[in-house]
T-cell receptor, first 115, second 114 residues
Framework: AQTVTQSQPEMSVQEAETVTLSCTYD???????LFWYKQPPSRQMILVIR??????QNATENRFSVNFQKAAKSFSLKISDSQLGDAAMYFC????????????FGTGTRLQVTL | NAGVTQTPKFRVLKTGQSMTLLCAQD?????MYWYRQDPGMGLRLIHY???????AKGEVPDGYNVSRLKKQNFLLGLESAAPSQTSVYFC?????????????FGPGTRLTVT
């Protein structure tokens, strides 16, 4: 079974600084997808960024980028120029290709943004 | 577009009672999902649907039933609620054919079973 591990329960970053959230996963599959979701205090989950395993290029979405290391099974999220609105729980998730998107989620990292 | 909506937002049930959670999406998505989120854990998939009239079991399906009679609606039923079903329930949807993963989530339903 696939597992997703987020080893940082909480992180803190100052406004305008950069922070990196860690995620590792375990799978024997070669074709899969990885995701980062954000859950603000409103509770509604928001898809931040996704990465296809077959793509070597790291995905980016504005201030959000990932460092995907397939051999190491590592998928970290970098948030640049952090803003107060970035404060939230961040979940890493894994989905095997062709499985109707049955994702396995990590336990989350709570990000605090300070002035 | 309203996106993904869930009804109700909060509910308290006594053990043994039944209820239905309604999820609606107006984006013409084929895929819909029900997840539960417990404290200190990520989301876990309960059931999902790949199209109207189809449903399938996810990771934690026991104690729940679902129906997808209309493409835009996905219902989650608890026939006999148990305290272990106290959780926050999220519905989500996505297009067929896109890179996997639910893209749009509802705001959640907080259910307490006493």
């Amino acid at each position: 079974a696939q597992t997703v591990t987020q080893s940082q329960p909480e992180m803190s970053v100052q406004e305008a600084e950069t922070v990196t959230l860690s995620c590792t996963y375990d799978t024997s599959e070669s074709d899969y997808y990885l995701f980062w979701y954000k859950q603000p205090p409103s509770r509604q989950m928001i898809l931040v960024i996704r990465q296809e395993a077959y793509k070597q290029q790291n995905a980016t979405e504005n201030r959000f980028s990932v460092n995907f290391q397939k051999a190491a099974k590592s998928f970290s999220l970098k948030i640049s120029d952090s803003q107060l609105g970035d404060a939230a729980m961040y979940f890493c998730a894994y989905g095997r290709a062709g499985t109707a998107s049955k994702l396995t989620f990590g336990t989350g990292t709570r990000l605090q943004v300070t002035l | 577009n309203a996106g993904v909506t869930q009804t109700p937002k909060f509910r308290v049930l006594k053990t043994g009672q039944s209820m239905t959670l309604l999820c609606a999406q107006d984006m013409n998505h084929e895929y819909m999902y029900w997840y539960r989120q417990d404290p200190g854990m990520g989301l876990r998939l309960i059931h999902y649907s790949v199209g109207e009239g189809t449903t399938a079991k996810g990771e934690v399906p026991d104690g729940y039933n679902v129906s997808r009679l209309k493409k835009q609606n996905f219902l989650l039923g608890l026939e006999s609620a148990a305290p272990s079903q106290t959780s926050v329930y999220f519905c989500a949807s996505s297009y067929v054919g896109l890179a996997g993963g639910p893209e749009y989530f509802g705001p959640g339903t907080r259910l307490t079973v006493t």
